[in-house]
């Protein structure tokens, strides 16, 4: 019995010995694959995947986009973010059908992204981009500072690492919370390589508090750029960032242009607008929020669109002529209190004061390989070759493939765009744009007209003529 007694008491011994090192192996093993997958840049399954290549790289000073959540705690009705991802619930191979706002926030892997600006994942796509140093853009689909970043500092971790660096930034936020916290406020203090961008479309607390809900009132938002232009102490200070413009509320009683010269006399040295567009194709939450700002400016949005838009399906964009008063009365605006005026929108691009739509100066290292830039030259010298914008394309988009690049989604597309694409590279993908001047994204018609086909030169290249609106001969 002693022997039976003790030969059994081994063997539950011996049973939780080999648990314990077959359990050890799964763990370090996984460990071991996860180690692997953040040195290879794919960490999507337990943290949201970014930064992403713009959706408009072909006319993005900054092609370059991160957001260290993947979605934003503000709750503004015309969200450009809401739109876009809650068509996904009407995708059959999108299993969950909860809206954006419902779902819970996931975040970036901060020692990811430390690795990423460190060169230290060699297969990382963006190396080059990197390496080169230029401007990125934080906030593209979410508020780099909102209540989540508030509450967990997800970006402030990334943000003391870059700060080392010296990395240049383009932040985009209607918060102004982190200008009263420490913490942030050591990182901007004589900052000269980040630029803000303050997203402010009227100056109605009443209206904003109902269209922009959980943001912080205009007014409050005026002050965050002067209080951010005496801690940077730098001359070209914040951005006005007047997007989206909706016409009937960003210009109800001229407070556009009341807006820009209390921007400027607050420290704000551009402006930077685009006007909204919608997106036709609607869920039954975008129907309710397209009703919520109709009850807000007091006209029936889609129908307003739908009377004055380019096409009347689709994205709906209104046209260059509903926009030029407009655009001038901003640009004059800028032009007696000393600012630089940029339009990010697809119609009067032309204005911009320099080839970065966002608002960057001249002086700042954007991508300039790029439609909006070739717009520049284009009315500067009369024309605009492939030449000028080849000898500034990123060197990475020669090697990159266009059909898994991060964020362009040309793999969604029709097989026939798979098919023609698969092999081709950013590069590849950007010239052939750049010579189909009747494909919708093209310089000609993405422009409307601003550049038209000129003829090619020796290598088969189509040039551009400016053309400007009628009678925008200035």
């Not at 609607?282 to 669109?305: C, H, Q, V, W």
């Amino acid at each position: 019995m002693g022997k039976k007694k003790v030969d059994e008491e081994f063997a539950v011994i011996a049973f939780f010995v080999i648990a314990i090192i077959l359990l050890s192996l799964v763990v370090v093993f996984g460990l071991a694959f996860v180690f692997s997958l953040e040195r290879k840049g794919d960490l999507s399954m337990a943290f949201y995947n970014s930064p992403r290549w713009s959706g408009e790289i072909l006319d993005c000073s900054m092609p370059l986009t991160f957001d260290q959540f993947n979605r934003c705690s503000y709750d503004c009705l015309y969200c450009f973010s809401f739109f876009q991802r809650s068509l996904s619930t009407c995708d059959d191979r999108v299993k969950d059908k909860r809206i954006y706002t419902e779902k819970p926030p996931l975040s970036v892997n901060p020692e990811r992204i430390k690795s990423m600006f460190d060169l230290a994942m060699p297969k990382c796509e963006f190396n080059d981009y990197i390496r080169e140093g230029i401007t990125i853009q934080w906030g593209g689909l979410s508020d780099p500072f909102d209540n989540f970043e508030r509450k967990e500092g997800v970006g402030l971790e990334i943000m003391r690492h870059l700060h080392r660096k010296r990395y240049p930034i383009c932040f985009s936020t209607k918060g102004t919370w982190w200008l009263e916290d420490e913490r942030y406020r050591r990182l901007f203090h004589k900052n000269d390589f980040w630029n803000v961008k303050f997203s402010i479309i009227n100056m109605d607390a009443k209206k904003a508090k109902l269209m922009e809900r959980g943001c912080p009132s205009p007014e409050e938002r005026l002050n965050a750029i002067e209080e951010l232009t005496i801690l940077q102490g730098k001359p070209n200070g914040p951005t006005l960032r007047l997007r989206p413009f909706i016409i009937g509320y960003s210009d109800a009683n001229e407070e556009h242009v009341e807006l820009i010269e209390a921007a400027g006399a607050a420290g704000a040295r551009a402006v930077s607008t685009e006007f909204l567009c919608i997106e036709s194709r609607t869920t039954p939450e975008s129907r309710e929020r397209f009703e919520a700002m109709s009850n807000i400016i007091g006209i029936d949005l889609i129908k307003f669109y739908k009377q004055n838009t380019v096409n009347p399906t689709g994205y709906l964009r209104l046209n260059w002529k509903i926009k030029e008063p407009r655009v001038r009365a901003m640009e004059a605006a800028c032009g007696r209190v000393g600012m630089r005026f940029y339009v990010s929108d697809a119609h009067w691009k032309n204005r911009c004061a320099n080839g970065s739509c966002c608002g960057l100066g001249e002086g700042w290292n954007y991508h300039r390989g790029q439609f909006t830039e070739a717009l520049v030259i284009a009315k500067r010298n009369g024309t605009v070759r492939w030449r000028d914008l080849e000898e500034n394309l990123l060197p990475c988009f020669d090697r990159i493939k266009i059909v898994p690049a991060a964020g362009l989604n040309i793999a969604r597309g029709t097989a026939r765009d798979r098919a023609r694409f698969r092999d081709w590279s950013i590069a590849d993908y950007i010239r052939y744009i750049w010579n189909s001047p009747d494909h919708p994204r093209s310089p000609y018609k993405y422009f409307y007209g601003l550049l038209s086909p000129a003829g090619k030169d020796r290598g088969g290249n189509v040039i551009y003529k400016y053309q400007p609106y009628g009678g925008d001969n200035d």
